[in-house]
């Protein structure tokens, strides 16, 4: 009975009511009502915040966190919500007050660590960035992904010595040592390999496969919205009725973009855990385990188009994975995929602090050719995802089976 509820419940019940029916005045009204509540808890003030974020009203959200954070007995995550907004609208002051407010009433905070050593490091202060995540490890003494996940942020701001002393605190604490060794070669640049251990992406995307949507949209990830124009500049339209092979389908994202052009969809990934929530999407033929850097696709010839959205980034070495896409394609069948990177470095691949693959265009050029590709008609600079907080550039690039 709403009698028997807190305070800042009874208008949170009130909000979700309201956005059922799309009364956003009055889901504004009854979350700012349950943020206004001294004794509001942790998770209902992250609630009553996406409400208004969901809607639209972030001044709005910074207006009743303000005060939240003003009253006699504020919340840790009060002020770990007000420094992101003030992170996300590049009030770097404010944030960082409201952070370290925040890691000071809560010092595992992952999140408010992440931005504040952020901030640090856009201000050339590595010794404090470096201070920062110290405190968060004293409160999570064994958890070893934060240091990697810190030495990562350490390494993409170029402040190296800082993420090999981190990797070193993570190595005793890990226990596969063929993953520790694949983040270590990537967050220090030391002997990277030209594939990852060809059980570290399956087990990865198998963990994260409940929240794998979530995580992409922390990103802004963008492959359907790429995926999607690619198709349309190719002349790829609803009602084109080919067989498609959705390699790396993951949890199904692209099928809304692919449906419409398939007569037969497929979907193939390494995960055999994110399968299981592409099968959800009930939009695919067929769906099958399957590691394109390692082995030949099953049907020689198969498909019209196949797509690799976001999956040759886990790959250093495009030879086998181009080659095995090739050969399942049709003759004069297309391949649309993305890569990482500006098309111009130097070297032909790269192994990034994050983990993932960056590719010159020359050498994707190159292993397509070698592969039985006719060079690319299609290569359009894109954003892929953003990564610590800034736009990852990438390449969409079509090429036809020659």
Known sequence: MVESLSGARAPLMKAAQAAEVGDLAAVKTQALKALSFPEISGIELIKAVEMLLDIGQESAALRGLRKHCEGKAPRAQGFAQLGALHFEAGKTGPAARALERAL???PGDRQSAFLLADLRLQAALRTEAEEVWHRVFAARPADTDIRLRAASQMASFGAQDAAKRFVAEA?????????????????????PPPLPDPGYIARFFDRT????????????????????AGLAALNITPGASLSVLDAGCGSGLSAPVLTPVA???????????????????????????????????????????ITA?????????????????????????????TAEGTGKDSADWALTPSGRYRHSLAYINDRLTAAGFALPAHVTPVTLRNEFRRPVPGLAIAATRA
């Open 104 to 106: 000071k009433m809560n």
């Open 171 to 191: 190595e005793p604490l890990h226990d596969d040592p063929k993953e520790f060794a694949f983040m270590a070669a990537a967050i220090t640049g030391t002997a």
């Open 209 to 228: 496969a409940e929240h794998y949507n979530a995580s992409l949209q922390g990103v802004q990830y963008r492959g359907p919205e790429i995926l999607s």
């Open 263 to 305: 007569q037969r969809l497929d979907g193939l990934d390494i995960s055999p855990g994110i399968l299981e929530e592409a099968v959800k999407t009930g939009a695919y033929n067929e769906l099958f385990t399957h590691d394109l850097a390692r082995a030949s696709l099953p049907e020689p010839e198969a498909y019209d188009l």
């Open 309 to 337: 959205m976001d999956v040759l980034i886990y790959c250093g070495d495009l030879t086998a994975p181009l080659t095995n896409m090739a050969q399942a394609l049709k003759p004069g069948g297309r391949l649309f995929f």
